[in-house]
């Protein structure tokens, strides 16, 4: 059994920061890619950044110099840096794992229950 489990979303007001994580437990043989996606009110999920085991990161054109991701192996964790915030940022943020569980040949994908982030102005 693989849990992603999110902490760190909140209100802020407009140019605010805020630090998502999320942390992998469980029977685990390997992690490869780790992301955040962001979902609106009344849109579908979509991704915001991603970064793989070896630490290379992509993001989405919204995001780019105004968030971070960033990943610490050693504790199964990622983390959403999110500065400069702006109201289109409010939405549940759910982070996802592509997982290889013990025991298994191939990685499936999981995901976090998902945190809310409210930027007000």
């Known amino acids: 059994q693989v849990q992603l489990v999110e902490s760190g979303g909140g209100l802020v007001q407009t140019g605010g920061s805020l630090r998502l994580s999320c942390v992998v437990s469980g029977s685990i043989f390997s992690i490869n890619s780790m992301g955040w996606y962001h979902q609106a009110p009344g849109k579908q999920r979509e991704l915001v950044a991603a970064?793989?085991?070896?630490?290379?990161?992509n993001y989405a054109d919204s995001v780019k110099g105004r968030f971070t991701i960033s990943r610490d192996n050693a504790k199964n964790t990622v983390y959403l840096q999110m500065n400069s915030l702006k109201l289109e940022d409010t939405g549940v943020y759910f982070c996802n794992a592509k997982v290889t569980p013990s025991g298994w040949y191939k990685f499936n994908d999981y995901w976090g229950q998902g945190t809310q982030v409210i930027v007000s102005s």
């Open positions: 970064i793989t085991s070896g630490g290379t990161t």
